[in-house]
């Protein structure tokens, strides 16, 4: 079972899974590639145990677990430059997957369904985005990854981060090709725009359009939720199509994250508060989690606000 806007049934996700690893784990990240961690068993071990944690919540509330493999920065460009061929670069896609299916086979209950998703991020930089791909090279480019995720267990593409409308609409398309379905996520500055500088639901709308709205749904991740707090309690159409929100822990700017040395972890509870009080505001979301700086506890908040159990 995938999560449907048609459907009642609600999806916890995970949190942020690099932040987890650098900062509580003490395991180094380079270009923040959490695909590296497939490479030994101690990497292996630390993602099984990462993910056991969340679904063990989603279980607790008895909501499906949408599994977003580590894949975010699995695409060529941030492979050449960690050294991996467009080979090495399938082969350990495919591997964090059969990962993910394995977990599924273990932890997956009947309350519980767990969603195989393999994740991709943005070709460049998702807090400075230098240049902008049209969405015929966005397409191309993102078509590999999304093929070999085509050859394997992945039940859908999960894009996050996402800085710019054109981006989204390659993706889009390159999903559509290859038949998988696709949910597409933005990232937004404190300003409730993306970092192109368009306005959230302006992006949302613009993809649509573009793409005969074949994305599933969009989210909004990596932004705290009084980023975008005006922008949602502004109303509109494209509110329908926002399916799912996973924010950071810290209010802080892109700018002030990337500059900081510590890791700014925020109030769990106030995040599943804040969370709470754009529910009314959010009908169509039926995936909730967290990004940069979250852990269990925070999902943990995040999920007993959300369904009134705090």
Not at 5 to 15: C, E, P
Not at 39 to 49: F, I, N, Y
Not at 157 to 177: C, D, N
């Amino acid at each position: 079972m995938l999560p449907s806007l048609d459907s009642d049934r609600l999806f916890a996700a995970d949190g942020g899974l690099e932040t987890t690893m650098i900062f509580d784990q003490g395991i180094e990240l380079p270009c923040f590639a959490s695909f590296l961690l497939l490479e030994d068993e101690a990497g292996v071990k630390a993602l099984r145990e990462y993910y056991r944690g969340y679904i063990g919540i989603a279980r607790r509330h008895r909501l499906g677990f949408t599994l977003d493999i580590p894949t975010w920065r699995a695409n060529r460009d941030w492979g050449e430059q960690l050294g991996y061929s467009p080979e090495g670069l399938a082969a350990i896609n495919r591997r964090a997957v059969q990962l993910a299916e394995d977990i599924r086979k273990e932890e997956q209950r009947p309350e519980t369904p767990i969603v195989v998703c393999g994740t991709i991020g943005p070709r460049g930089d998702a807090y400075e985005p230098v240049e902008e791909m049209d969405a015929a090279d966005a397409e191309a480019y993102h078509s590999e990854q999304i093929g070999t995720f085509a050859g394997s267990a992945a039940e859908m593409v999960s894009a996050y981060t996402l800085t710019y409308a054109a981006e989204a609409v390659g993706i889009v398309r390159a999903a559509a090709a290859a038949d998988l379905p696709v949910t597409v996520s933005f990232t937004c500055e404190t300003d409730g725009r993306l970092p192109s500088g368009q306005p959230l639901g302006e992006a949302i709308e613009a993809v649509d359009a573009e793409t005969a709205a074949a994305a599933r749904y969009f989210m909004v991740n990596c932004a705290h939720p009084t980023h975008f707090a005006a922008a949602v309690e502004a109303g509109g159409s494209w509110l329908a199509r926002l399916g799912g929100v996973r924010c950071n822990a810290s209010p802080r700017s892109h700018a002030e994250l990337d500059e900081a040395d510590e890791l700014d972890r925020g109030d769990p509870e106030e995040l599943g508060a804040l969370y709470a009080e754009l529910k009314p505001h959010l009908q169509a979301v039926r995936v909730i989690g967290g990004c940069c700086g979250t852990g269990t506890p925070h999902i943990a908040a995040i999920c007993e606000r959300w369904l009134g159990t705090a």
